[in-house]
């Protein structure tokens, strides 16, 4: 993608364009409300540039940073060291575009993946690296914050560096996991609401952990679904849903009982899995169902979503795709293969749109294909009253929110 390419694409969403200055190089951001430090760099990720800044890094030959957002530690490296290779990975997928989209704004390589703290979900990724970097997410929990950091320590090659910034409500934790991993700092730097770090390659083996869900996991809890059936799922943090069905998405499954399911169905947004076990239950015909898609910008929620179906359909393929919007889906789907496609807008009345183009309007369409949305009343308000080529079926409402399901007639 070309910068000029990337900036059409998200225009409507970069809020501003910010520089900063690294090892002598000048470079520039986009950045987005959509994603973490919309109006500047971060202050954490100033700090640890400014750590880097006085590091001897002539020999660094690779590098990842470990939750990339918007790219300004894996850009700004990629620039100061041309000869390193550089290696980016995120949970958010709008994240990893933006990425990939100020490394070509500034001309630099870097190459960006899906990934769940350490492990990309690409094949390209080397096993190590002579340098780590990471602006420690605040709400990650100890027991992920211990994976981050012990994998990052795992990964390092013989003389690697694994670099961080954290904010300093989480010091006595960090430290307490370096004590529990028998770590000590060669270098600390104290900042009135951060806390930057230096480790070198501890001589201790530490071993990669890849399992999941692992240390995400919060709970198992049963649910109900709008049927009066019910079905048991694992729940992780950061994600809602972990102790009570979305409303949104119990409203949709609500609105689906007793339609006829036909063919492969698509599920973006998700959830903990919520939107496809509410809804899968209650159609007709789901025997004949082979295959499930989710979709979706949250990496986290698309691999539990797939843990949680997995257990309730095991002889059922399910596969997902990250993805930073729907209509990125659409685009690179065969979109006759689906017989259902759900859509949980959440807040975003734009997620139907590109450039203000209804995506369902310009696609090559299956006969009899349900489609449902499912939002606060105020976004589905905002969409047109009618999607070209669909008649509404049903329309549920309540509480605030609002699902509808329309079927595609062959024109």
């Known amino acids: 993608m070309s910068s000029e390419s990337f900036f059409s694409r998200y225009s409507s969403i970069i809020n ?9 190089e000048t470079l520039s951001f986009y950045l987005t409300q959509e994603l973490f430090s919309s109006f500047k760099i971060d202050i954490g990720t100033q700090h640890l540039l400014s750590m880097l800044e006085n590091t001897e890094l002539s020999s660094v030959g690779s590098i990842l940073d470990i939750g990339c957002g918007t790219g300004v530690l894996a850009v700004s490296l990629a620039k100061a060291l041309p000869h390193a290779e550089v290696y980016a990975l995120d949970r958010d997928a709008l994240a990893s575009e933006f990425t990939a989209g100020n490394a070509v704004h500034n001309q630099v390589n870097v190459h960006v993946s899906s990934g769940l703290d350490t492990s990309a979900e690409s094949d390209f990724f080397p096993k190590s690296y002579d340098l780590i970097v990471s602006n420690l997410p605040a709400k990650a929990g100890r027991s992920v914050l211990k994976r981050i950091i012990s994998n990052s320590l795992s990964l390092l090659n013989s003389n690697g560096t694994f670099a961080c910034v954290l904010v300093s409500p989480l010091k006595q934790m960090f430290l307490s996991v370096l004590d529990e991993l028998g770590i000590g700092m060669q270098t600390m730097g104290m900042h009135p609401r951060h806390l930057t770090c230096m480790i070198k390659k501890p001589s201790a083996v530490l071993i990669s952990d890849e399992s999941f869900p692992g240390p995400y996991k919060r709970s198992e809890e049963q649910f109900r679904t709008s049927a009066k059936g019910t079905y048991s799922a694992e729940t992780v943090f950061d994600i809602p849903g972990f102790n009570t069905v979305p409303y949104q998405a119990a409203l949709l499954g609500s609105a689906a009982a007793g ?140 509480k605030g929110f609002r699902s509808s399901v329309y079927l595609h007639k062959q024109s």
């Open 16 to 24: 501003k364009e910010v520089s900063c200055r690294f090892k002598q």
């Open 259 to 398: 339609l006829e399911a036909a063919n492969d169905q698509l599920f973006w947004n998700p959830g903990q899995g919520h939107l496809a076990l509410q809804i899968l239950p209650v159609l007709k015909e789901t025997s004949e169902l082979h295959s499930i898609t989710l979709a979706g910008r949250d990496l986290l929620a698309l691999k539990i979503s797939r843990f949680n179906l997995l257990r309730k359909y095991p002889n059922m393929g399910v596969r997902f795709i990250h993805s930073p919007d729907f209509p990125h889906v659409l685009e690179r789907e065969c979109v006759l293969s689906f017989g259902g496609i759900w859509v949980d807008l959440g807040d975003n009345s734009t997620a139907l749109r590109i450039k203000d183009r209804i995506i369902l309007e310009s696609l090559e369409l299956p006969p009899e294909l349900l489609f449902g949305i499912t939002a606060k009343s105020s976004v589905i308000a905002s969409l047109p009253k009618r999607i070209a080529q669909f008649s509404r079926l049903r329309t549920k409402k309540s």
